[in-house]
């Protein structure tokens, strides 16, 4: 079988041997695959520094037959984005970006979350502070629907009723998303004011304008991020990038 090449972004790598690497790349034709990069640790290799974290590049692969590991036959680089390690508010939010494509892409072509992922990138790179945190949060909100888990934000998540514009609504992230008044009664979810409403949606759509928020309504989206992303996509799963987010240490030192 002839090799493959492919756009791609390096997702993660571990040490295989002593002179080998294991890479997980999100890939625009294949979805998200496992490689090894043979010779990646000796002094003089074909890949040299290419294979760096959030790496953007081309590589070609040489598909097994036999098993989900296939072979790196190259990477050409194409960008190292040094600008998202300048700032820990733009890694933090890129690794958790990098934690979804690995947990929830798929292994087969799915050029929609690879393009979002890049152009995410992209833009965090070279956002300034204030709009770090907006960016991520469209960002993730996006990636979670295009992979197939939009929340419903206008009719019910539980019967399909529309949901009124006005006043409050509860938001059950078990459910997926906003409950009318009926489905609401005695269900433990947060209350959305209409403006935490209409600002989610705002994170949810790719024409509206960025909401710019407090620091205290930054920390309760967050928080009903990671409540929705707990409840549909981990699994029970461990989400370490997605905690270190949340908690923001390095913002208390």
């Known amino acids: 079988m002839p090799p493959v090449t492919t756009p791609a972004l390096v ?11 294991i890479a997980r790349l999100a890939t625009r034709d294949l979805g998200v695959q496992s490689v090894i990069a043979k010779g990646a640790l000796r002094p003089k290799n ?13 590589a070609t692969l040489h598909l097994s037959r036999s098993s989900d590991l296939h072979t790196l036959v190259q990477f050409d680089s194409r960008h190292v984005r040094t ?19 690995l947990r929830l892409a798929p292994a087969s072509p799915h050029p929609a979350s690879y393009d979002l992922f890049r152009d995410a990138l992209e833009l965090l790179e070279a956002a300034p502070g204030v709009a770090v945190e907006p960016l991520g949060l469209r960002a993730l909100w996006r990636l979670v629907s295009v992979l197939g888990f939009a929340p419903a934000l206008h009719a019910c998540a539980r019967d399909a009723m529309p949901v009124p514009e006005e006043g409050s609504a509860c938001f059950s992230a078990l459910d997926g998303g906003v409950l009318c008044p009926r489905c609401a009664a005695g269900t433990v979810g947060a209350q959305l004011a209409p403006t935490d409403r209409a600002d989610l949606a705002a994170f949810l759509s790719t024409e509206e304008e960025l909401p710019l928020l407090d620091d205290r309504h930054l920390a309760s989206h967050r928080r009903l991020l990671e409540r929705y992303v707990r409840h549909h996509l981990a699994e029970g799963a461990a989400l370490p990038a997605l905690a270190f987010w949340l908690e923001r240490s390095w913002a208390a030192a």
């Open 11 to 21: 997702l993660a790598t571990i040490r295989y041997g002593e002179t080998s690497k």
């Open 83 to 101: 600008g998202i390690a300048a700032r820990m508010d733009r890694f933090a939010v890129a690794s958790v970006l990098s934690e979804l494509m």
């Open 46 to 58: 074909r890949f040299g520094t290419a294979l760096h974290l959030l790496s953007e590049g081309t």
